[in-house]
């Protein structure tokens, strides 16, 4: 059984979303460019997997997919399945119904995707009138549960309200609201807490697992941010140059990172406990899957990086609890001992992994 066998559909029982071998194509100066490559993983009911990694690493051009958001002339190859059926080889028309109805998105800017001349109420009750064929009243009556649901005060009076009276946080969970009022079977969170401080982040980061919770939502949460993945993700996908380099279930990554890249990402993010001098960061700069070099695209940054790396391509492999994409995966490459639990391999380094 191969690892993409393993990671998808066939071995599992129940999946709300699964991707197998997806690649997209950019369309630039009329020729196709890849964004992602051969993109595999799935969510099951009530799941909350996360997709992590550099900015450009393609995790927005994965949701972009899914959700059939993709720029003009971009083209996308593989198995997206939602229920029984492929949205990359469905009609145009049924792609959209299935996408509109069963895919919810929030992003990191709700002011960009809220019309600002719209009251609450008319974002809030469109989808469900569209793609449920609720009455108005039926409507309006779900919109005002839905939005105490996600925990906003006087929700009747926010229906009347105008984006700009919202703040960032307050619309942030409007379009959460908005998002679930017509049921969807999985919701893509790219970066949707990013632009809120500190304290809104980690409350809409409980509403997410609080929803998942009483729902069973099944979210795909993509952020760069390693913490916020920590907290709430039950799986976790890291992405490179467009590709999947390690999958992990639970703390996996933060216990026992197996990819290099992985083990940087971890040694680079800020550690609220720990004062150091100077944030290691990772050396070089991020590739994109278009600009990706022969054999493994993080051979020019990775500080294990031997002759084959640069002329051999590193498949997904199975390993204890996920898959890794590294041809020195089966090595010993850093000494360290295993996390305790609670504790990220990088803590116990002293953040100095990165440093080359
Ligand atoms: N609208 C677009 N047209 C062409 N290329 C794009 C577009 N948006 C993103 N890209 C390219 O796709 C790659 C993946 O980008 P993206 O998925 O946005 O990364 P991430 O969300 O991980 O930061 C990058 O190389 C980026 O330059
Ligand atoms: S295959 Fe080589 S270059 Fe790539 S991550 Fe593994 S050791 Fe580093
Ligand atoms: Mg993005």
Redesign the pocket.
Do not use: D, H, N, Q
């Given at each position: 059984m191969t690892a993409t066998d393993v990671m998808t559909t066939s071995a599992l029982p129940q999946v709300t979303l699964t991707l197998e071998g997806v690649t997209t194509y950019?369309r630039?100066r009329k020729l196709l460019r890849p964004?992602?490559l051969d993109v595999g993983f799935f969510v099951r009911p009530g799941e909350i997997v996360g997709l992590v990694?550099?900015?450009?690493?393609?995790?927005?051009?994965?949701a972009r997919t899914i959700a059939g958001a993709l720029?003009r002339g971009a083209v996308a190859e593989g198995v997206v399945g939602l229920g029984e059926e492929n949205l990359l080889t469905v009609s145009r028309r049924r792609r959209r119904e299935v996408q509109g109805k069963q895919i919810g998105m929030i992003f990191q800017d709700p002011k960009a995707y809220i019309d600002p001349l719209w009251r609450v109420e008319v974002h809030m009750t469109e989808g469900m009138r569209v793609h449920l064929g609720l009455s108005k009243s039926e409507a309006r009556a779900r919109a005002i549960d839905l939005l105490s649901a996600v925990g906003l005060d006087q929700p009747e009076r926010r229906m009347r309200q105008f984006p700009e009276e919202l703040s960032g946080g307050m619309l942030q969970r409007v379009m959460i609201a908005g998002a679930l009022s017509v049921e969807p079977s999985i919701l893509l969170a790219d970066e949707a807490t990013t632009a809120l401080d500190v304290t809104t982040q980690a409350e809409i980061v409980s509403l997410l697992g609080r929803l998942r919770a009483e729902r069973g939502l099944s979210v795909l949460f993509?952020t760069h941010d390693l913490a916020l993945a920590d907290q709430i993700c039950d799986r976790i996908c890291v992405?490179y140059a467009?590709r999947i380099v390690e999958v992990r279930e639970g703390r996996g990554i933060f216990e026992d990172p197996l990819h290099p890249y992985t083990k940087d990402l971890l040694a680079a993010r800020p550690n609220i406990r720990k004062r150091v001098a100077r944030l290691p960061v990772i050396k070089g700069t991020p590739t994109?899957?278009?600009d990706a070099p022969s054999g493994c695209a993080f051979h020019p940054r990775c500080r294990f990086a031997v002759e084959a790396c640069t002329t051999t391509f590193p498949q997904l492999t199975a390993v204890s609890g996920g898959f890794v994409r590294c041809i020195r995966a089966g090595e010993q490459l850093w000494s360290e001992p295993r996390a305790e639990k609670g504790q990220t391999a990088s803590e116990t380094e002293g953040n100095s992994a990165a440093g080359g």
């Open positions: 950019v630039m964004v992602i990694g550099e900015s450009g690493s393609g995790k927005s051009m994965t720029p993509i992405m467009g994109s899957a278009m």
